[in-house]
T-cell receptor, first 116, second 116 residues
Framework: DQQVKQNSPSLSVQEGRISILNCDYT??????FLWYKKYPAEGPTFLIS?????DKNEDGRFTVFLNKSAKHLSLHIVPSQPGDSAVYFC???????????????FGKGTHLIIQP | DTEVTQTPKHLVMGMTNKKSLKCEQH?????MYWYKQKAKKPPELMFV???????INESVPSRFSPECPNSSLLNLHLHALQPEDSALYLC???????????????FGSGTRLTVV
């Protein structure tokens, strides 16, 4: 059962417009959510995160919104640029018993294509 | 140095071979991770090391054997793999549970493993 879901495999947006990537989760024990960007043949790159006690976090062109009651988060990129074309993964961090570090649960990713 | 370095980048091995994947970081991160990513799938957590001790093993078969010789190095020893083990193996590090939510995880570029 997938605990982190990205239901849009791909998204095409015109350069300069807003890109909105969506993510849903099922596990209410997740305490942080993160967005990663991945280019082919490279590892994922951390973009932005949000704590489960907040509803918004902003960093430059990237803003993440969290709706805890709906178990939904979204990443907004404004304005979209050609270099933003990549696969975007939503990830969630939960609390493992007895561990000092926690692994991430990833969604399947959304391929964002920015069109000139 | 803000990178996680993985070697080799590509590896082809037979089912009777023994090989090792290596991962190195010099950021002073105390948590290190192995993830496995198959084509068109999200990365899946395999192992977590916290302060050089194995803290999480996500029910990974014993033909995968992790090792953390020191705080900067993480190895994954492979023995008697199956063709279905072919995947991209990603190493990551983080500052640990108290900071990883903010800084995220730093991933390496991965080792593309093919088992023949």
């Amino acid at each position: 059962d997938q605990q982190v879901k990205q239901n849009s495999p791909s998204l095409s947006v015109q350069e300069g417009r807003i890109s909105i990537l969506n993510c849903d989760y099922t596990n209410s024990m997740f305490d942080y959510f993160l967005w990663y960007k991945k280019y082919p043949a490279e590892g994922p790159t951390f973009l932005i995160s949000i704590s489960s006690i907040k509803d918004k976090n902003e960093d430059g062109r990237f803003t993440v919104f969290l709706n805890k009651s709906a178990k939904h988060l979204s990443l907004h990129i404004v304005p979209s640029q050609p270099g933003d074309s990549a696969v975007y993964f939503c990830a969630a961090k939960g609390t493992y018993s007895g561990g000092g570090a926690d692994g991430l649960t990833f969604g399947k990713g959304t391929h964002l294509i920015i069109q000139p | 140095d803000t990178e996680v370095t993985q070697t080799p980048k590509h590896l082809v091995m037979g089912m009777t071979n023994k090989k090792s994947l290596k991962c190195e970081q010099h950021m002073g991160h105390r948590a290190m991770y192995w993830y496995k990513q198959k084509a068109k799938k999200p990365p899946e957590l395999m192992f977590v090391y916290s302060y050089e001790k194995l803290s999480i093993n996500e029910s990974v078969p014993s033909r995968f054997s992790p090792e953390c010789p020191n705080s900067s190095l993480l190895n994954l020893h492979l023995h008697a793999l199956q063709p279905e083990d072919s995947a991209l193996y990603l190493c990551a590090s983080s500052q640990g549970r108290t900071r990883s939510y903010y800084y995220g995880y730093t991933f390496g570029s991965g080792t593309r493993l093919t088992v023949v």
